[in-house]
């Protein structure tokens, strides 16, 4: 594809059942994937999770050991890095140190013969805003700035696909945060499907317009931000995008719109539709802020979950809301985020409280509940000594 | 340095692993060189080593047979000269360590605030390798000769007897050894201590301990790797060198050391086995000394 | 190390200059033996002149020699640079098998003693009835140079991020641009610094080139050979350019590494 023209626009990318083994360790079990043309698509994962892989398949960098990458279509397993329509922003900028950044800029344009190929990198240099440094060499540049040289010497390709591999790990938050805006408002600007791999939750949902959460090696979930966010489907995504509060239990009965969950005793009720599984064994979850913060039994009414009481083992400031750490009485550790609406804190350290959240914000997720212990949280002390207590009643009783 | 350099590497054979056909091509040239002009010889020096005279031929005419005599012979021969070999080189190696450390602590550790002033100490220390190897010998042997300023002085002073020489003595051996192995024991011992945390003597100092306890618990093993180097690099060339210890330069009749045999053997007497035996056993002596050495020191990935 | 008495601070510094004064005596005084108008022998002062230096090749034999070296000396530093910098790339970037092997085998000529390697390419010279003279002398040195070479630009191929590289096939570069327009630049300090140091080397020998060489002459050899009946002064001036040129080589290298720090320090 080494001919001299740009690609017209953003390309659909199509991973059809991708496997990729190394030797000692697969990095990718089974990987089917659809990013749809000029999307802004990022991968979120922890380290080791094969989203670095995936992005190296697409490159060429890597082969697959199953599997077939189509991009617009066309199947490019077999082509070389430098035959496909594909360019990278790599972790580490990668910019080439013995030559200038204009140079470094119009490399892609020399080796494809595209016409003008200086004009063309002043042209993307601009649009980093760094035409006046053009003729400096890299090392001399800050942090951002090669950063900025490294997206400029990728897009001036107008590349079917651009990929970015954590691009702003290395900046500091600031930066960071500026260049998420400023990233997104050049995808908007020149239309390329952009795929963009990155550990941070954070930068995930405020840059793409879809997100693929990773965990060894495999897609747990995909979507847009917002709907991973309020209706994760497996705990991994509860915990790996914010904080949750899980919980285990069984379901003991169902209408058309909810089911209700028995948690130790107390009938918790989760709306039908946000609910992965109806029946058995579920966990189900709420995030911290939709929790509310009671200091006495608040009245039972429909359309709210009530637990309790509970005890305050820490209370963290931070500013916009307080976090409230309690242990609940054989259900373990909830965490409350509440709004800051008045100074001082709502409840101190030990008071007894109650959390109550409306049904609609709770969700329930499709993983099978884990073996061992009922509950996520429940090491603490606290606990650890109920159950003691709870054990030792149970033999008293039976003697 | 060049000892050092073989242990590093390893961390990145876990990057993108390639067509190995490109690896063949580009190691084969390489490695059929080295085979066929580093193995091939030392074989043919085995083989050497256990010939026998040809019946009928001339001096140097020798037939393939299995004579391992021949380093019975070689070590009654020259076991002294052996034996003195490995004294002065082991002697010569020492000294270049006692003299390199303190000057390599300087430029690598005291010199860090000016790295211009590091570099040009670090030329100077480099400088005699520009200078022919021979011709740096030969002046050392006339400054220190009976005539010149250094030894007439010390007779003067009644610091040497009147009748006693310097040159073509064993002393005057293991100094022309130390003194031009000298930069091979200072360049490694500089590269480690070069990159010495000075935080650490700090952390020494801070968990009580005096300054001189703190260069031994602290800086004397975190300088281990470099002075492995520096002694390898100057033991293995100081053990078979002959120049220093030639009558021309600074030896004298009762210095010849292994190198002096060999090279008499092979080139003058032709007799060739003997020269060879000499030589396998040199180098097999040097092999089990370095790795004995280095398996002590521990520092095995050293090799 | 023994900081808190005022005695302690300068005693490094004092015995640092002592010791490098010591390590330049025969340098002092080959160079001022160079400017001695001596007849035969120079071991004698028989007072100033700058005859010998510019009079070099009046003694035939000391030019002789010399061209010789350096007629070896570059070519070995070719042959020895390429076949060792191709080891190098093969070693830091492939995985092959024999690995262990190989390293063993680019280790041992180091850890060779010199008369050992000379002697076994001697008598395998020997043995296959080659004649010795400048060819064998160029083989010899570029064995043992090839080593050196490995290890010098291995140590540069180690620094050199592989992302780069892909960086350069991203962009559309195909193998071969990609090794000549980022790999081969980007190596290109590491292997002038081999070919150096291979030059030195090979231009110094003189226990190899001494079994290897037969009726020719180096400049080492020449020494050696003249040693018992004196060396002409013709041999210092020699010596004594070479020594400066290296110097200054080195000199301007390291000034120039200087000014281009310090001028990125002051952009950033």
Redesign the interface.
């Known amino acids: 594809m080494a001919t001299g023209a740009f690609a017209e626009s953003g390309a659909d990318l199509e991973l059809v059942g991708i496997q990729k083994r190394f030797p000692g360790f697969t990095a990718i079990e089974h990987l089917d994937l659809t990013i749809p043309a000029g999307s802004f698509f990022a991968l979120l994962g922890p380290s080791g999770c094969g989203k670095t892989t995936t992005l190296r398949l697409v490159a060429g960098?890597?082969d697959p050991t199953e599997g077939k990458v189509l991009i617009g279509g066309k199947d490019v397993t077999k082509l070389k890095p430098y035959q496909r329509q594909v360019n990278t922003v790599f972790q580490s900028y990668a910019l080439f140190p013995h030559m200038t950044v204009l140079e470094n800029v119009a490399f892609g344009l020399r080796r494809r013969h595209i016409a003008d190929p200086v004009g063309k990198a002043h042209e993307a240099l601009r649009l980093v805003e760094l035409d006046h440094l053009a003729a400096r060499k890299p090392q001399q540049l800050s942090g951002g700035q090669q950063q900025r040289v490294a997206l400029a010497r990728a897009i001036v390709n107008r590349p079917a696909l651009l990929l970015l591999d954590e691009p702003l790990g290395a900046l500091d938050l600031k930066l960071r945060r500026q260049m998420q805006l400023e990233l997104k408002s050049i995808q908007e600007e020149v239309g390329l499907t952009f795929v963009h791999v990155t550990h941070d939750q954070e930068e995930a949902m405020t840059m793409a317009d879809t997100v693929a959460v990773m965990n060894k090696g495999e897609i747990e979930q995909l979507g847009a931000p917002q709907e991973l966010y309020e209706l994760p489907k497996t705990a991994f995504v509860a915990n790996f995008l914010g904080q949750s509060n899980l919980f285990t239990g069984k379901v003991t009965g169902s209408t058309s719109n909810s089911i209700s969950v028995d948690i130790e005793g107390v009938k918790i009720v989760v709306p039908t539709k946000r609910a992965q599984r109806h029946a058995g064994e579920v966990t189900i979850g709420v995030r911290p802020e939709k929790l509310h913060l009671h200091l006495s039994a608040p009245k039972q009414s429909a359309g709210v979950n009530v637990l309790g009481p509970g005890r305050i083992i820490d209370v963290s400031f931070s500013g916009v809301s307080t976090q409230y750490i309690l242990a609940i009485p054989g259900i373990g550790k909830v965490t409350v985020f509440e709004q800051n609406m008045k100074s001082g804190p709502v409840a101190a350290e030990g008071s007894e409280v109650w959390v109550s959240w409306d049904v609609e914000h709770g969700f329930g997720l499709a993983d099978e509940p884990a073996p061992g212990p009922k509950f996520a949280a429940d090491t603490d002390t606290a606990t650890i000594a109920m159950q003691k207590k709870h054990a030792l009643m149970s033999e008293l009783e039976e003697a | 340095?060049?000892?050092g350099?073989?242990a590093?590497?390893t961390?990145?054979?876990q990057?993108?692993?390639?067509k190995?056909r490109?690896?063949?091509l580009?190691?084969l040239?390489?490695?059929l060189?080295?085979?066929l002009?580093?193995?091939?010889?030392?074989v043919?020096?085995v083989?050497?080593s256990l010939q026998e005279p040809a019946p009928m031929g001339d001096i140097g005419e020798y037939q393939t047979a299995f004579k391992w005599e021949n380093y019975v012979d070689v070590i009654g021969t020259y076991g002294e000269h052996i034996l003195r070999s490995f004294i002065y080189a082991i002697l010569a190696t020492i000294f270049a360590l006692l003299?390199s450390y303190?000057?390599a602590?300087?430029?690598g550790v005291?010199a860090r605030r000016w790295?211009?002033v590091q570099?040009?100490?670090l030329?100077?220390?480099?400088?005699?390798?520009?200078?022919?190897?021979?011709?740096?010998?030969?002046?050392?042997k006339?400054?220190l000769?009976d005539e010149g300023v250094v030894i007439s002085g010390l007779k003067a002073l009644s610091l040497m007897a009147p009748d006693a020489h310097f040159t073509g003595t064993g002393a005057a051996v293991v100094f022309g050894l130390t003194?031009n192995f000298?930069p091979f024991m200072t360049l490694p011992l500089y590269s480690t201590l070069e990159r010495l945390d000075t935080r650490l003597l700090e952390a020494g100092g801070d968990l009580y301990s005096k300054?001189?306890t703190t260069?031994f618990k602290v800086t004397i093993p975190l300088s281990m790797s470099g002075i492995v180097s520096g002694v390898?690099l100057t033991f293995?060339?100081a053990?078979?060198?002959?120049?220093n210890a030639s009558r021309?330069?600074l030896g004298g009749s009762g210095t010849a050391m292994?190198?002096n045999v060999?090279?008499s053997n092979?080139?003058v007497t032709l007799n060739?086995p003997a020269?060879?035996s000499l030589?396998?056993i040199?180098?097999a002596v040097?092999?089990v000394m370095?790795t004995v050495y280095v398996k002590r020191s521990g520092t095995e990935d050293l090799? | 190390?023994?900081?808190?008495l005022g005695l302690g601070k300068w005693l490094?510094?004092a015995?640092?200059i002592v010791?490098?004064t010591f390590?330049?005596?025969?340098?002092a005084?080959?160079f001022i033996?160079s400017f001695n108008n001596s007849v035969k022998s120079n071991?004698v002062w028989r007072g100033f002149t700058f005859d010998k230096w510019l009079n070099v090749c009046n003694q035939q034999e000391v030019c002789e020699a010399f061209g010789n070296s350096i007629i070896i000396g570059v070519t070995a530093t070719i042959c020895a640079t390429i076949?060792?910098t191709?080891?190098a790339?093969?070693?830091?970037?492939?995985?092959?098998r024999f690995r262990a092997a190989?390293?063993l085998?680019?280790?041992?000529?180091?850890?060779?003693?010199?008369?050992?390697?000379g002697?076994?390419?001697?008598?395998?010279f020997?043995?296959a009835g080659v004649e010795k003279g400048l060819v064998t002398i160029i083989?010899?040195h570029?064995?043992f140079c090839?080593?050196?070479v490995?290890?010098?630009v291995?140590?540069r191929v180690?620094t050199l991020d592989?992302a780069l590289e892909?960086a350069g096939r991203d962009l559309y570069g195909s193998p071969n641009q990609v090794f000549w327009r980022i790999t081969f630049p980007l190596l290109l300090p590491g292997i002038i610094a081999a070919a150096l140091l291979s030059f030195?080397l090979s231009f110094?020998d003189?226990?190899i080139t001494?079994?290897n060489s037969g009726t020719t002459s180096t400049?080492?050899k020449y020494?050696?050979v003249s040693?018992?009946r004196g060396?002409p002064a013709e041999?210092?001036v020699i010596?004594?350019a070479?020594?400066f040129l290296?110097?200054i080589l080195?000199?301007i290298s390291?000034?120039s590494s200087?000014i281009r720090?310090k001028r990125l320090e002051k952009v950033s």
Do not use: C, H
Not at chain 3, 109 to 117: D, G, I, K, Q, R
């Open positions: 960098l890597e | 340095m060049a000892f350099a073989f590093t590497g961390a990145r054979e990057g993108p692993r390639r190995s490109i690896a063949l580009l190691l040239p390489g490695i060189y080295l085979m002009f580093f193995l091939v010889p030392l043919s020096l083989l050497t003299f303190p000057l602590y300087f430029i005291k790295p211009l570099n040009l100490l030329v100077l220390v480099i400088a005699p390798f520009f200078i022919s190897f021979l011709l740096r010998t030969l002046a050392w006339s400054i000769s003194y000298i300054p001189s260069f390898l293995i060339p053990a078979g060198d002959y120049i021309n330069f292994i190198g060999i090279e092979f080139l060739y020269a060879a030589s396998i040199l180098m040097i092999l370095v090799l | 190390m023994s900081s808190k490094l510094p015995y640092a010791a490098l390590l330049m005596i025969p340098i005084y080959t033996f071991i076949l060792g191709m080891i790339i093969a070693l830091v970037r492939y995985r092959f190989i390293s085998l680019l280790f041992l000529p180091m850890a060779t003693p010199e008369v050992v390697l002697a076994g390419l001697a008598a395998e020997l043995t083989i010899a570029t064995m090839v080593s050196f490995v290890v010098t291995k140590a180690s592989p892909e030195a110094d003189f226990i001494y079994f400049f080492p020494v050696y040693a018992a060396i041999a210092n010596a004594s070479v020594f290296a110097i080195v000199l390291q000034v200087a720090r």
